[in-house]
């Protein structure tokens, strides 16, 4: 066990619909990340926050947003669904150190969203 | 129909014997990897790590190489189990500098990923 929950753990929703995901990252961590996993696109990195403000941007749709809250959870918003957003979308977190610290990033268990 | 989706390279072993897996980055500012392990349903799982001042880490049972020269890296998996069977992905980070509040830009870029089944 990681220490990041994630909620929910299927969705299973209709195209043009919208769907909150939503991330608690371990405990003391600062920095949030979100990635979306499919069958032909393997791992990427759609966004990064940090204390509650953005940090970097990937290959992140118009349609997506992210925020992260003063307690630090995170939720992944996506609307206007389409089929090919059918994918696990995994939150990780990770300690935010002063200096040049390389960060280690540990993922949560995944939500599968299935779009029909 | 043409199937579509990744096709993963495998390594299929026997209980016991060695593992390595490769992997090729592409980034040549990277300067931290990491070693993932994902099982079926489940999130990336951190295995070990190692920056780019380093050539050689080892870990419990695992060891990575890092040759910057060729942007190559491998994770030797030692006496492998079944309870390796797994996806194993490499993933590279790029510096990105470090912004007023001190953290680093986190961007993981990941490889396609190698599908290691150990045989009993």
């Known amino acids: 066990d990681s220490g990041v929950t994630q909620t929910p753990k299927h969705l299973i929703t209709a195209t043009g619909q919208r769907v909150t995901l939503r991330c608690s990252p371990r405990s003391g961590d600062l920095s949030v990340y979100w990635y979306q996993q499919s069958l032909d696109q393997g791992l990427q990195f759609l966004i990064q926050?940090?204390?509650?403000?953005?940090?970097a941007k990937g290959n992140i749709l118009e349609r997506f947003s992210a925020q992260q809250f003063p307690d630090l959870h995170s939720e992944l918003n996506l609307s206007s669904l389409e089929l090919g957003d059918s994918a696990l979308y995994f939150c990780a977190s990770s300690v935010a150190l002063s200096g040049r610290y390389q960060e280690t990033q540990y993922f949560g268990p995944g939500t599968r969203l299935l779009v029909l | 129909g043409e199937s579509v989706g990744l096709h993963l390279p495998t390594l299929s072993v026997q209980e016991g014997d060695n593992s390595i897996i490769n992997c090729a980055y592409s980034n040549s500012a990277s300067d931290y990897f990491i070693w993932y392990k994902q099982e079926s349903g489940k999130g990336p799982q951190f295995i070990i790590d190692?920056?780019?001042?380093?050539d050689k880490r080892q870990g419990q049972r695992v060891t990575v190489l890092l040759n910057k020269t060729v942007k190559h890296l491998s994770l030797q998996i030692a006496a492998t189990q079944p309870g390796d069977s797994a996806v194993y992905f490499c993933?590279?980070?790029?510096?990105?500098?470090?912004?007023?509040?001190?953290?680093?830009?986190?961007?993981?870029?990941f490889g396609q990923g190698t599908i290691l089944t150990v045989h009993p």
């Open positions: 190692i920056r780019s001042n380093m």
């Open positions: 926050y940090y204390n509650g403000e953005e940090r």
């Open positions: 993933a590279e980070k790029a510096g990105g500098g470090f912004n007023a509040g001190g953290t680093s830009y986190g961007k993981l870029t």
